[in-house]
Nanobody, 121 residues
């Protein structure tokens, strides 16, 4: 079973940057797409970015051009570089793993515990 541990959240001002990290353990012979999701207070969890097994990336429109998802397979790690942060980016961010089934499914199989990102104006 894959286990995820996310970190790197914090408090920044508008326009600031943060880099989220996700450590992956228990990875045994399976292939996973990876993603970052977020949930703001009173809102549903939403997908922010994902990266497939061929390192193809997709982003939510709200973060395109500001966020970059990347993975380091040798380190069993996933990252989210967030630049030009805005107050509306404030949320708990979760890394997620989606077992590759010939395609990347929409719903993750495994979640990290979440890390808080707060952006003040």
């Amino acid at each position: 079973q894959v286990q995820l541990t996310d970190s790197g959240g914090g408090s920044v001002q508008t326009g600031g940057s943060l880099r989220l990290s996700c450590g992956v353990s228990g990875y045994i012979g399976r292939r996973y797409c990876m993603g970052w999701f977020r949930q703001a207070p009173g809102k549903e969890r939403e997908e922010v970015a994902r990266i497939d097994i061929n390192d193809k990336t997709t982003y939510a429109d709200s973060v395109k051009g500001r966020f970059t998802i990347s993975r380091a397979n040798a380190e069993n790690a996933l990252y989210l570089q967030m630049n030009d942060l805005k107050p509306e980016d404030t949320a708990v961010y979760y890394c997620a793993a989606l077992e590759y089934l010939g395609y990347c499914p929409r719903t993750p199989d495994v979640w990290g515990q979440g890390t808080q990102v707060t952006v003040s104006s």
